[in-house]
């Protein structure tokens, strides 16, 4: 991910701001709803079942339904992401977020259009319900961008990180397939009948 500093205008930082406040409120939902679980209960709802709920809150709240459907639904996909990395034992259980720390959203689906450059150290990203917004062109936006993140630091500076997935670099190799012995002596045998060694330490290192 490459990340930019962005330039909103009042008017846009308010959209930001209210785009915040959302991704946050249906965040602690979820978080909400995990902890309320105990065993013997009914598991926890999962992601369809919190978007299917997501879409009976917006047509009951007039508030949440004037945000990005976008941008709250990708706030239950990253917190089934962090439950799943928690489950997984990578990542500590997902926690409440507070106001004004760790501010941000997500946007998926980028279209091709949706970034663009204006001179040479100025760029434009459209944002959902807030229109376009500049941010300093500062390098190369990587080509075929699929989503980006949008971030507040402590400070109140806004910042716009583009993810893109690189093109697969092909492996090395013929495809044949080789056994390899790892050894003290001989650092690895192969099947095919090579040994190598790998570069032991110098005298300098063995004697530290």
């Not at 980006?148 to 402590?154: E, K, Q, S």
Request: net charge positive; with cysteine.
């Amino acid at each position: 991910m490459s990340r930019y500093r962005l330039q909103p205008s009042p008017a846009q930082e308010a959209g930001l701001l209210e785009h915040c406040g959302h991704a946050r409120y249906v965040w602690n939902l979820a978080v909400e709803q995990h902890m309320l679980w105990k065993p013997g209960r009914r598991s926890a709802p999962g992601f369809a079942e919190q978007c299917r709920q997501l879409t009976e809150a917006r047509a009951a709240f007039a508030w949440l339904r004037t945000g990005s459907i976008i941008i709250q639904q990708q706030a239950l996909k990253d917190f089934a992401q962090a439950m799943a990395h928690y489950f997984g034992g990578t990542h500590r259980r997902p926690a409440w977020r507070r106001r004004g720390r760790g501010e941000g959203f997500r946007i998926v689906a980028v279209k091709a259009g949706d970034v663009r450059r204006l001179s040479r150290h100025v760029g434009e990203v459209k944002v959902p319900k807030v229109g376009w917004i500049r941010f300093r062109w500062s390098r190369a936006v990587p080509d075929g961008v699929k989503s980006y993140r949008v971030t507040r630091d402590r400070a109140g500076r806004w910042h716009v990180a583009f993810a893109a997935i690189p093109d697969p670099v092909p492996a090395p190799g013929t495809g044949e397939v080789v056994g390899v012995d790892r050894g003290v002596a001989v650092s690895a045998a192969l099947s095919t009948g090579e040994m190598l060694n790998a570069p032991g330490l110098r005298d300098t290192e063995k004697a530290r």
